[in-house]
């Protein structure tokens, strides 16, 4: 079983559709949590980054940390084409041996049809 | 401000060759890891380097090795190469910090 779970879509959504991302992971030490864009031949871009559990907004997203179910989400309202991309979770544990090393889900493909 | 640059972008080698691939971090930045993305996967962890030391490293055989420079940049390097080594192959930079990282675009390479 892999650390962090993802659903790797396509996920087809109308523009201006909320868009519903979600990773489930089993290593209880993880606390740190972040979601990365990457579009066709780039790199990973961070978008969110969350410490802990709770809730985050910035702008039209949103990144939700719910640590007892080991579950987190990205919500993206209003949809633009220009959000098709591969949505991408990533988490660390605070461990010094952990120190830099990030464990990213599969990645999720988004499009998102005018 | 120049962000990640990697460099090549596309190179094809042989089974059995030995690689090098190169990484400029963003300015201001002074640490660099390297992550190995197969096609429909998440970036894998290979290493990371600060101050010119690895400093944690992920589960790739030894095969895989890297330094830093002094000013920062960094090296991969792939001895033996293998078709299974065939990716995407991206480096990123920070300022100590884990949460500032910045990714390049990638060295995509493939063992045929």
């Known amino acids: 079983q892999k650390e962090v779970e993802q659903d790797p879509g396509p996920l087809s959504v109308p523009e201006g559709a909320i868009v519903s991302l979600n990773c489930t992971y089993s290593?209880?030490?993880?606390?740190?949590f972040m979601w990365y864009r990457q579009y066709s031949r780039k790199g990973p871009e961070l978008l969110m980054y969350?410490?802990?559990?709770g809730n985050k907004e910035d702008g039209r997203f949103t990144a939700q940390v719910d640590k007892s179910s080991k579950y987190i989400s990205l919500f993206i309202r209003d949809s633009q084409p220009s959000d098709s991309a591969t949505y991408l979770c990533?988490?660390?544990?605070?461990?010094?041996?952990?120190?830099?090393?990030?464990?990213f889900g599969a990645g999720t493909q988004v499009v998102v049809t005018p | 401000d120049a962000g990640v640059t990697q460099s090549p972008t596309h190179l094809i080698k042989t089974r059995g060759q030995q690689v090098t691939l190169r990484c400029s971090p963003k300015?201001?930045?002074?640490?660099v890891s390297w992550y190995q993305q197969a096609l429909g996967q998440g970036p894998q962890f290979i290493f990371q380097?600060?101050?010119?030391?690895?400093?944690q490293r992920g589960n790739f055989p030894d095969r895989f090795s890297g330094h830093q420079f002094p000013n920062y940049s960094s090296e991969l390097n792939v001895n033996a190469l293998l078709l299974g080594d065939s990716a995407l192959y991206l480096c990123?930079?920070?300022?100590?910090?884990?949460?500032?990282?910045?990714f390049g675009n990638g060295t995509r390479l493939t063992v045929t």
């Open positions: 990533a988490m660390s544990a605070t461990r010094p041996d952990s120190w830099g090393k990030l464990q």
């Open positions: 380097y600060y101050e010119e030391e690895e400093r």
């Open positions: 990123a930079s920070s300022f100590r910090t884990l949460r500032s990282l910045h």
């Open positions: 300015s201001g930045h002074d640490t």
């Open positions: 290593n209880s030490a993880f606390q740190y």
């Open positions: 969350t410490y802990s559990s």
